[in-house]
């Protein structure tokens, strides 16, 4: 119990009791759980800053890693964008761009997909409710990595996140206080 004695986040609170005591954990797809929420951008925007916070906060092995996978994916989409438009404006050949560009962009659609697949295969009864924004799976996992590096500049500039109308401070793995924002 005193691994989850003022922590925010009782998923890395139990990884790292179960570390301690010698295990490991082990995914299970059955394990997976539908959660349909109903928000706009903002509201995303303060789930996926509090997510990536909490990793920087209790995860840093993860988070830095992570944090340098997705600064790097955007910019070379940024630079090949550029360059493309360049080449076009000064009419040269611009395919060679357009296709390394465009190619970690291809197959983040085709990981959302497989992903799609997956999760409608371990979870039978969602299906029909997954299937209808199947879409979203596939078009919008091209611009997450975008919404990611906002939500690690953002954990790199604040340790407060607010969860259910309260305001917290991740001052450690151990220590998270209430605050006022």
Partial sequence: M???????SDDYSMTRALENAGYSIVFIPECLTP?????????L??????QILITRVYA????????????LYCLTILLGAALIVGDLLAQRPAFHLVTLTFLPVLLSSIRGAIRLVGVTEAVPGGRSQIMSQAWIYI???VFISFLYLVNFVNSLVTRKIRWRGIAYELVSPNLTRIVRL
Avoid at 60 to 71: F, N, V
């Fill in 35 to 43: 959660s349909y929420v109903e928000t706009g951008f903002a509201g």
């Fill in 45 to 50: 925007l303060e789930f996926t800053n509090r």
């Fill in 139 to 141: 078009v919008l996992g």
């Fill in 60 to 71: 840093e092995k993860i988070w830095m890693p992570a944090a340098a996978t997705h600064l």
């Fill in 2 to 8: 005193e691994e989850w004695r003022n922590s925010a």
